[in-house]
């Protein structure tokens, strides 16, 4: 008896598509090792530059500054300069990146649960 192959449905397969293609979008904005991390330590509010890069540990600030100008770019985060000497500036999400919460939430949580899962599984 010859084995039947199950054919995608051409609806099915365009809203997979769809599905991907958003995905893909996410990522390209989100894409690469800082971005996210920098997003999760705005979510805790407004940040200076130094203050930023101490809690993003390991990232140079010729990178910070870079994925700060990306992120300003697609409308996530507010760069805001403050009239004082010397001059202050700060960073905060705007209301567009603060629609990543649920996401960077899901991250979080994940992240605990795996790392437990990892800990407990080499103990």
């Given at each position: 008896?010859?084995?039947?192959?199950?054919?995608?449905?051409?609806?099915?397969f365009?809203?997979?598509?769809?599905?991907?293609?958003?995905?893909?979008?996410?990522?390209?904005?989100?894409?690469?090792?800082?971005?996210?991390?920098?997003?999760?330590?705005?979510?805790?509010?407004?940040?200076?530059?130094?203050?930023?890069?101490?809690?993003?540990?390991?990232?140079?600030?010729?990178?910070?500054?870079?994925?700060?100008?990306?992120?300003?770019?697609?409308?996530?985060?507010?760069?805001?300069?403050?009239?004082?000497?010397?001059?202050?500036?700060?960073?905060?999400?705007?209301?567009?990146?603060?629609?990543?919460?649920?996401?960077?939430?899901?991250?979080?949580?994940?992240?605990?649960k795996?790392?437990?899962?990892?800990?407990?599984?080499?103990?």
């Amino acid at each position: 008896m010859a084995a039947t192959s199950k054919l995608v449905h051409p609806k099915v397969f365009s809203e997979c598509s769809k599905q991907l293609l958003a995905i893909n979008d996410a990522l390209d904005i989100l894409r690469g090792k800082w971005k996210i991390q920098i997003i999760g330590s705005l979510t805790f509010g407004k940040k200076r530059f130094t203050e930023m890069q101490r809690e993003v540990r390991g990232i140079t600030a010729r990178m910070l500054s870079k994925e700060l100008k990306e992120l300003e770019i697609n409308e996530l985060v507010l760069r805001t300069v403050h009239n004082t000497t010397p001059v202050t500036v700060e960073y905060e999400l705007t209301d567009y990146g603060k629609t990543l919460d649920k996401v960077i939430e899901g991250l979080r949580d994940w992240g605990v649960k795996h790392r437990k899962r990892i800990i407990k599984k080499q103990s």
